[in-house]
């Protein structure tokens, strides 16, 4: 089975994380948190604002490292490396994604999120 390792931001600001709803692919029309491949060489944090950078043109700070979260879909095994981080600049333009939300911890149910993100609401909601 292939394997693929991402990184994603969790974005945080007034008690809401921002999210954002796939506008491509197999799983287009749910829901994520941002973020994408590491390149060769890349280390996590330079692979998360890179991302970030070209999906939704802000930059990010890093602040610190949530978890790292295995899934396995039909047709590849996901590694994904989340982080929680603040904007530093930018005005957010989805360049990828069909549509965005900030939600509190209340509200992250209420949209339906790719199988590999609902592990890291759980450390969110319970942390």
Known sequence: ??????????????????????????FEGLWEFPGGKIEIGESHEVALKREIQEELGIDIS?????????????????????????????????????????????ELDDVEWLPADKEIIYKLVWK
Not at 3 to 13: G, P, R
Request: with cysteine.
């Open 62 to 106: 890093i602040e610190k490292f949530i978890c790292t979260t295995n899934y396995d879909y039909p047709s590849f095994h996901l590694t994904m490396h989340c982080y929680l981080c603040n904007i530093v600049s930018g005005e957010i333009e989805l360049r990828e994604h069909t549509s965005a939300r900030w939600l509190n911890p209340y």
């Open 1 to 26: 089975m292939k394997s693929i390792e991402v990184v994603a931001a969790i974005i945080y600001k007034d008690d809401t994380y921002f999210t954002t709803q796939r506008g491509y692919g197999e």
